[in-house]
């Protein structure tokens, strides 16, 4: 699930099963399932992800949907967007596509942030394709694949200039970053501009990872969570030992040995809690709760909290949003 706030206030929230629905400013009621969604494959933890609005919508209603799609192989994340209009999705265009189709239904990711150059970023997850156990599978690390990476695009998909170059045969000029495992959350810092995630972990070793381009963030050659295809007895449970660097980027936190399943991230930036500006909010699935995450004027985490009354909730937190409207802080889309 994701949500986005229209300039009104309403809500656009996506649903698994492919719909994109209106909500009240106050979040009382649906008023309206916008139509033209593209067809989405719902099985597994694939369905309708993100949504984000375009930082210019007021001159042109565009609105952009990541989403598992279906097609030759398998599915794989894809991005669309098409302009709100009349409550339907009109000239609506697939402006990229995650390459390879893989089997599974695992993994898709996926947000979407926008910088202010007009570009934005897609984070795209590895679709539960890589095991530590067998390292010829590892389509995290291969840059010729789009599979366990972020990438850049402008508004309308195509490549803008600027990103890393990758010097391995076959890299593809959109890559931002790659080494990541499923990156279900991602906001830009206000302060620098530069994009933070987070990501699940295998069992525990959950991370937050300021992105950096060009740098590989390990998975699935490090990670401090136990994959699967290991007994978390096993003293090699942690590959590559856990610690990231220097080969690879070390993550800015870490949940561990228990995985809270991060979803969503936002930083605060508004004027109701001013001790709380600057802080990052944290969603989590199986932890059921919202982190708050204290950053120092290094970019590390200098404290870390689950907020009480959002604990207290018993929900699974999917995204995580500050409100448009007065006198409001962060908002949540809840699953059960």
Known sequence: ??????????????????????VHADGSAVEATVSGIPAVNASGQGGLLDVAIDPDFAADPWVYLTYSEDGVGGAGTALARGRLISNGLQDLAVIWRQAPK?????????????RSDKTLYVTAGERGQDDPANPTAQNAQNVAKTLGKVVRLNRDGSIPPGNPVFAAAGALPGLWSLGHRNPQGAALHP?????????????????????????NYGWPLVSYGCPYSFAQSDPACQPGGGTHAPTYEEPKATWQPVSTAPSGLAFYSG??????????????????????IVLDASGNVSEREEVAAVKALGKRIRDVRQARMAGSTCSATTAS
């Open 1 to 22: 699930m994701g949500l986005a706030f229209l300039p009104d206030g309403r809500m656009l929230v996506t649903q698994k099963g492919g719909s994109l629905v209106i």
């Open 271 to 292: 004027d109701k809690f001013p001790e709380w500006r600057g802080n990052a909010f944290a969603g989590a699935l199986a932890g059921q709760s919202l982190w708050r």
């Open 191 to 215: 302060g620098t501009g530069e994009l933070w995630l987070t990501e699940h972990g295998p069992r525990g070793g959950d991370e937050l990872n300021r992105v950096l381009p060009g740098s």
């Open 102 to 114: 893989v089997g599974g239904g695992a993994h898709f990711g996926s947000r979407i942030v926008f």
